[in-house]
């Protein structure tokens, strides 16, 4: 989709963003084009639009923005590095891991590449064998460790199973998010083809998996909340989902939205932030902790919505 700035002609007068947006990018569902201004990625004069029905007026300059990744550079990428783990920075935007044989650019190709350069400057033996231990949505940015071995690789899984890895994420949310506790049985499909909390009578689905989420408010903004999420659990989609059935889906959010009825807040991204990560080191338990401050896209949001 290309970028620059559309001057709204006279018989566009009166179109909403969203019609607008599907003339500017033939080709774009109804769908594609909210998801677009509720995105982040529609402004109007200068600032952002969240609302796809909001009617334009001639003379209104409208850009719709691209939203690339940027492939980062190896000291951008990881975080930490010895010969059982790698602790690696994952930009938003990109997979943690395949998800179809055709997926090449990942963060553990990306990492593999690094460790490959790494290796090389500092004349060691090549060594850039990873293996997933946990993943992160494709949208969420934060640290993410591999396994450099399969005795490595088993004993992180082990404490994944025992919720004793530390995962801390920092979220933007619409409204007023309150300290609590989420604890749910999620569920593939709650009935409308999304991933949600089941809810029905008697015994739960096989699929149904407890996932526990602890919240802290952290700072309140102008219509949106910067809130701490700590798992217990770690299942797909598990802070978004109990974030938005709890009333609060993240700034820039456009699945988990079907009950939110407030405004829009814009973000070029689902605001989720994976800032904090603790574990016990496979050779001998030394417990590591490792944090990783917001990225850019995230701080911007931050700052845009403060009071």
Known sequence: ???????????????????????????????????????????????????????????????????????????????????????????????????????????????????????????????????????????????????????????????????????????????????????SLLIPDRGDGLRGSWKGRGSPPATAKQAVTYVRMEKRLRGATLAECELETGRQHQIRIHLAEAGHPLVGETVYIRDYRGPFLPAPRPMLHAAVLGFLHPRGEKPMEFEDPAPGDFTEVLERLKP
């Open 1 to 183: 989709m290309p970028d620059g700035a559309h001057t709204v002609q006279g018989e566009q007068a009166g179109l909403t963003l969203a019609a607008l947006v599907r003339e500017l990018a033939p080709g774009t569902s109804w769908s594609q084009a909210r998801d677009l201004c509720r995105g982040g990625r529609v402004w109007v004069n200068g600032e952002a639009a969240a609302d796809p029905a909001r009617r334009l007026a001639g003379g209104e300059r409208v850009e719709v923005r691209s939203a690339a990744p940027r492939s980062p550079a190896s000291s951008e990428l990881i975080v930490h590095l010895d010969a059982d783990v790698a602790v690696v920075r994952k930009p938003a935007g990109i997979l943690t891991v395949p998800f179809e044989r055709d997926d090449r650019d990942t963060l553990l190709a990306l990492a593999r590449v690094a460790i490959r350069r790494m290796d090389s400057a500092r004349k060691s033996e090549p060594n850039p064998t990873l293996r997933a231990v946990q993943r992160l949505d494709k949208d969420t940015s934060g640290l993410v460790v591999f396994a450099r071995s399969i005795k490595a690789q088993r004993h992180l899984q082990e404490q994944l199973a025992g919720h004793t890895v530390l995962r801390r994420y920092l979220a933007i949310a619409h409204g007023k998010v309150e300290n609590g506790t989420h604890e």
